[in-house]
């Protein structure tokens, strides 16, 4: 089993809507989650971390944690044509940091 | 600070040769990282270092692959006999032992190899 697991998509969504991006892990003791950008031949920048259960909010980025159902979310609103990306969800076990596939995401202006 | 910088970004090679990438890190930055991502995957990790010694290898690691941090500062990562299969961006990463940026991983533009 893959310490994260992400659908890979595509995910197309319309100008203005909100963008769901979700993303399963396996390790149980992991405590800390990231959710990174990577436009297209650039390396991944981080967007959000999130530590605890909840929400998160940073501008139009949300991130959820529900660590009882090991699983982490990422909400974009208002979503633009620039955050056309593959998003990479990671997950830090010890002194790793694991990510998954990504999840590739247009926004159709 | 100019954050992490690789070079070359580009690697042309013929399969069979060496290659050679090198990582400068954040200056503060203790822990170092390095990453293979290929075609629509996400970076899988390579090897770690905490200062100059390397902590961890992943099994994707061959003995082929080299890497070192002499002095604990930028860290390079050797390819010896190249195949095909290790076309790929090799990504290196860094984040401070300690404080808020602890758990961030900043990572540098890539080395993108090609093996013909």
């Known amino acids: 089993q893959k310490e994260v697991e992400q659908n890979s998509g595509p995910l197309s969504v319309p100008e203005g809507a909100i963008a769901s991006l979700n993303c399963t892990y396996s390790d149980r003791g992991s405590q800390s989650f990231f959710w990174y950008r990577q436009y297209s031949g650039k390396s991944p920048e981080l967007i959000m971390s999130i530590y605890s259960n909840g929400d998160k909010e940073d501008g139009r980025f949300t991130a959820q944690l529900n660590k009882a159902s090991q699983y982490v979310s990422l909400l974009i609103r208002d979503s633009q044509p620039s955050d056309s990306a593959t998003y990479l969800c990671?997950?830090?076990?010890?002194?790793?940091?694991?990510f998954g596939t990504g999840t590739s995401l247009t926004v159709i202006p | 600070d100019t954050g992490v910088s690789q070079d070359p970004r580009h690697k042309i090679t013929k399969r069979g040769q060496n290659v050679t990438f090198r990582c400068d890190p954040i200056?503060?930055?203790?822990?170092l990282y390095w990453y293979r991502q290929t075609l629509g995957q996400g970076p899988e990790f390579l090897t770690y270092f905490q200062n100059e010694a390397q902590l961890e290898k992943s099994r994707l690691l061959s003995d082929r692959f080299s890497a070192e941090r002499p002095k604990g500062s930028f860290s390079t990562l050797e390819i010896q006999r190249t195949e095909q299969g290790d076309s790929a961006m090799y990504l290196c990463?860094?984040?401070?032992?300690?404080?808020?940026?602890?758990?961030?991983?900043?990572f540098g533009a890539g080395s993108r190899l090609t093996v013909l």
């Open positions: 200056s503060e930055h203790n822990r």
């Open positions: 990463a860094s984040r401070n032992e300690e404080g808020t940026g602890a758990n961030v991983l900043t």
């Open positions: 990671a997950v830090k076990i010890g002194n790793q940091f694991y």
